[in-house]
């Protein structure tokens, strides 16, 4: 833990997958907004020296817990760790993804994100739901995708993982409301990340998103709307797909988009 004089009263936020991308963005607006931040993931060093750099450039508290969060060990060592902290934020964000055709894919890879992406927010989410419901309130965020709207093919399993986190939080957000918890999931499209190392986006008219610009946009949205949609397109691919057009035409468009973004892993 950076800045030893810290005391279990100080309200924390604690990022899943905060080593890089998403969650990287996460912690640095966090820390920008003054709020002592909890990292979690599996790289030890890399989170370490994040926590050093974060302390000395914004003079904030921070912990650092690297853990599976595939397994069911790595979920119990973050609660255990932080027994002792008021944590008041929640931002499910840790993930993986498998991308190509389906049937040639890794089924234990594919296991291993559904535990990462389904089942760790679930065990964090009933852990840290029950905390800020006896302490008065607090915030939790899901990170979902605008792929959960829909099965997409080439990423089909990864997809089906964002639609059960997008289901689990409404359901979870409405049940928390008069708890004094409040529910966000974001749905954002393709972020500047290391999730995806295959995408080519090479002569298509797809630009990700900056990966500050969807921590920013999420946190300000923060308990104000149930699901924020991050970058104009994907405002209208989410209205389009929810209110004009079937399931059936929306898994099409995607499959279009991923055929076109994944054209060198498919050859």
Sequence with gaps: MTNSDNSSRDSWALVTGASGGIGLAYVEELAKKSKSVILVARNEQKLT????????????????????????EGIKQVAEQTEDLQIDLLINNAG?????????????????????????????????GNKMANNGGGDILFLASIVAFQGVPYIANYAATKSYVLTLAEGVGFELKGKGVNVTVAAPGFTKSNLAPDYNFEGTPYKPLEASFVAEYTLKNLGKKSIVVPGGVNKVLYFLGKYLQPRTLNTRVFWRVFSKVLRDKLV
């Design 96 to 128: 993986k993804e498998e991308s190509g055709r389906f049937l040639e894919l890794d089924p234990g890879e594919m296991a291993s994100s559904i535990a990462l992406n389904c089942q760790a927010p679930l065990l964090l989410t009933h852990h840290f």
């Design 49 to 72: 020296e994040l926590a050093v750099e974060l302390s000395n450039k914004y003079g904030v508290m921070t912990k650092v817990i690297a853990a599976d969060l595939s397994t069911i």
